[in-house]
């Protein structure tokens, strides 16, 4: 899975920067598609050469609206979107989502638990001014081997099994990505829930210090780990800028 979490911070790296003066920039319009789409438009898929078996999403009706379904088992596979936002200018975060199970073996400490019915992955992308001698050197590294510089780091808001909505830790496979406890447990399930983050003040509490520009965005659903079956909902995606 290390191998599976760098290859997802790297090909979410923006090869375009899109500039909007409004007050919010979608980012996933899951609502506006058409069902006979496979994915979302601007979305690309992203598997992993050690995984053979892939999450399925498909755009799909609840109700009078379109959502994106995802169904893992035992699989890893994501969705991502390209895309250069600056969290200080557009620091709120939003997407709804729905998950009908969370894995009994799920564990965001351990790396055989590292899976969720559902996560939300924001990348932000390779500053060299912020880093020393030698971590500009392993990025060089990286540059030479794929041809451009990963994301420098990485938060994950996920639906956890049983630790408690609010924890913050590193991910036990990168010290470079945090994951982000938004819903945790059986409580919620099967009900849209609307989330709202504050992006900039998550990364500052994360990694104790101001956040580099937003590179990415994905997706996943993932039970490579556990061995089991989750189904997921995700709704539309947006960051906008905070209210005065």
């Keep these: 899975m290390k191998h599976c979490l760098f290859m997802l911070m790297l090909l979410i790296f923006p090869f375009y920067a899109t500039s909007q003066p409004q007050s919010f920039i979608e980012v996933g319009t899951f609502s506006t598609e058409k069902l006979e789409n496979k994915i979302p438009s601007n979305w690309k898929p992203l598997t992993f050469k050690k995984i053979e078996r892939h999450t399925t999403y498909s755009l799909v009706k609840d109700g009078e609206s379109i959502i994106l379904k995802a169904v893992s088992e035992t699989s890893a596979s994501a969705l991502t979107r390209e895309i250069k936002i600056d969290p200080k200018q557009y620091p709120i975060l939003r997407w709804r989502w729905k998950v009908e199970n969370i894995l009994e073996k799920g564990d965001v400490r351990k790396k055989q638990g590292d899976d969720y019915p559902a996560r939300v992955y924001i990348t932000f992308e390779y500053d060299p001014s912020q880093l020393g001698l030698i971590e500009k050197a392993k990025f060089e590294a990286v540059r030479l081997v794929y041809g451009q510089y990963p994301p ?76 089991e079956r989750a189904i997921a909902y995700y709704g539309d995606i947006l960051f906008k800028k905070n209210a005065k």
């Design 152 to 227: 420098i780091f990485a938060i994950n808001y996920i639906w956890e099994s049983k630790s408690p909505i609010g924890t913050i830790v590193p991910n036990p496979y990168a010290d470079r990505v945090m994951m982000i406890v938004v819903q945790s447990g059986k409580t919620k399930l099967n009900q849209w829930i609307d989330e709202e983050r504050n992006i900039y003040e998550d990364f500052k509490k994360a990694f104790g210090r101001e956040p580099f520009m937003i590179s990415g965005v994905a997706i996943m659903t993932d039970t490579d780990n556990t061995g």
